[in-house]
Nanobody, 123 residues
Framework: VQLQACGGGLVQAGGSLRLSCEASRRTFSTYVVGWFRQAPGKEREFVAGITSGGSTNYADSVKGRFTISRDNAKNTVYLQMNNLKPEDTAVYYC??????????????????WGQGTLVTVSS
């Protein structure tokens, strides 16, 4: 499965962006999909995840600001990011887990990774 992440860009603090992650296979609809991010000089971290049934989980740092959703007809998962902060600046990656492992925050469970899209939030 190939994952294509897009939607990053430069935005001012308080602004919004929507990231998209499109998959090359329809079986994507059965996978857990997660968004992760890596800021300069930091380790990659979990942001949000969604199961095939639509259950979601978020990192504490983004709860109430970010929303993950999926459109299985389009083989696409979205990450709506509102009220962005400078500390949200990072390369964002989407990833897919075939087995639906738990917890979805663990990177080692993910089989496929997208190439990343850069989000820059200016103060």
């Amino acid at each position: 499965v190939q994952l294509q992440a897009c939607g990053g860009g430069l935005v001012q603090a308080g602004g919004s962006l929507r990231l998209s992650c499109e998959a090359s296979r329809r079986t994507f609809s059965t996978y857990v999909v997660g968004w992760f991010r890596q800021a300069p000089g930091k380790e990659r971290e979990f942001v949000a995840g969604i199961t095939s049934g639509g259950s979601t989980n978020y990192a504490d740092s983004v709860k109430g600001r970010f929303t993950i959703s999926r459109d299985n007809a389009k083989n696409t998962v979205y990450l709506q990011m509102n009220n962005l902060k400078p500390e949200d600046t990072a390369v964002y990656y989407c990833a897919a887990d075939r087995r639906g492992s738990w917890p979805m925050s663990l990177q080692r469970y993910y089989d496929y990774w997208g190439q990343g899209t850069l989000v820059t939030v200016s103060s």
